[in-house]
């Protein structure tokens, strides 16, 4: 909800404000329709008293009718007691104004002329708190469970955010555990290259969107870190088309569809292994989709994945959480390529 809607909704629910406008418009009306009176401050006191009453049969209502009775279920037993009331109240209602005007026999003609009027009025008014109850407290309860979902969604998230630099720590690690026991002149590199991706991703990756800019940048990295620890003439390529403005993005959604290119795609001993990565990029809407060669499957193999395939599973909950209906996902496979296509409205 937006601060606007949140004040409207702070006053609408705030039983001191919507029981006083109740009350001020309850008096309002019944001073319209009295305003015929020949005698304005006849007409006046008797819709005060009227009003005494009134808040009587209503707070009646919402403090012990409604919540023996109507939020029970017993529609009838509320029914009845609702009428009731209205039969008590409504003849010392009239009585008591006929004895304040005693001396008014005018005043005290309409009262008894109006008796079946007063019946119903007061039926109106005690119903028309119920109506009013039922909205607030619909209101109110619809509040508490988005705030429930809102911070459901919000843990969910926080608890997959702390699966991605875990996962994506681990492989980077056992890539720079392999080049240090080969003795690799890359090992510093990748080090420093590691520090500033972790760096990013501790202190730059808290936030629920991060600029585009730093997103791209944070992935040329990475690809850095990987050309240098893959043999040479592997075939490693990031493709950017578009322009990068002022556009945000939730953080590391496309890592770990790279990992995953990189464990399918070059990690798996393919000769002539390749990755591809292209990004298109516009004002509110980004494509991006990896290429990578794979080991090609005998059909007779059982290729379902057994282990690992966090990363992927994370990224696509991820998806689901932050862009609903404002991304599409397409993966292809072919005996030597696999393929995924996100499609992203980023607004």
Excluded at 26 to 37: D, M, Q, R
Excluded at 66 to 72: E, V
Excluded at 211 to 227: A, C, G, I, P, T
Aim: glycine share 4%.
């Amino acid at each position: 909800m937006n601060n606007w809607s949140n004040r409207i909704y702070g006053l609408v629910t705030n039983p001191y404000v919507y029981h006083s406008i109740f009350w001020l418009s309850l008096f309002l009306v019944l001073n319209l329709l009295s305003s015929g009176h020949s005698q304005v401050w006849i007409g006046l006191a008797n819709e005060l008293i009227n009003l005494l009453f009134y808040f009587l049969l209503v707070y009646i209502n919402l403090l012990y009718l409604i919540p023996s009775y109507l939020r029970t279920k017993k529609y009838f037993t509320y029914l009845g007691s609702l009428l009731i009331i209205v039969i008590i109240f409504t003849p010392i209602q009239s009585l008591v104004s006929y004895v304040i005007f005693s001396s008014n026999e005018l005043a005290q003609y309409d009262i008894l002329h109006n008796l079946n009027w007063a019946f119903a009025q007061s039926f109106i008014v005690v119903s028309a708190s119920t109506v009013l109850k039922i909205i607030t407290d619909w209101l109110r309860n619809n509040q508490q469970t988005q705030e429930l979902e809102r911070k459901h969604i919000e843990s969910e998230l926080q608890f997959l955010k702390t699966q991605v630099n875990p996962h994506f720590l681990f492989n980077t690690l056992n890539n720079l555990y392999a080049l240090t026991l080969k003795k690799s002149e890359s090992a510093p590199e990748i080090v420093l290259k590691l520090s500033e991706l972790m760096r990013y991703m501790l202190y730059e990756c808290n936030e629920k969107k991060v600029s585009l800019r730093n997103e791209v940048k944070f992935l040329q990295n990475y690809l850095e870190l990987e050309m240098l620890r893959q043999p040479k003439g592997i075939d490693i390529q990031l493709n950017v088309k578009g322009q990068i403005k002022n556009q945000e993005i939730a953080p590391l959604i496309f890592i770990a569809f790279i990992e995953n290119s990189f464990k399918h795609g070059i990690n798996a001993n393919i000769e002539e292994g390749f990755v591809h990565i292209f990004l298109d990029i516009h004002e509110e809407e980004i494509s991006f989709s990896v290429v990578n060669s794979k080991q090609e499957a005998l059909p007779t193999i059982d290729r379902k994945v057994k282990s690992g395939g966090i990363g992927l599973v994370n990224v696509k909950r991820r998806l689901e959480i932050l862009y609903p209906n404002k991304y599409k996902l397409e993966i292809k496979e072919t005996p030597k390529t696999y393929e995924i296509k996100l499609l992203m409205n980023l607004n």
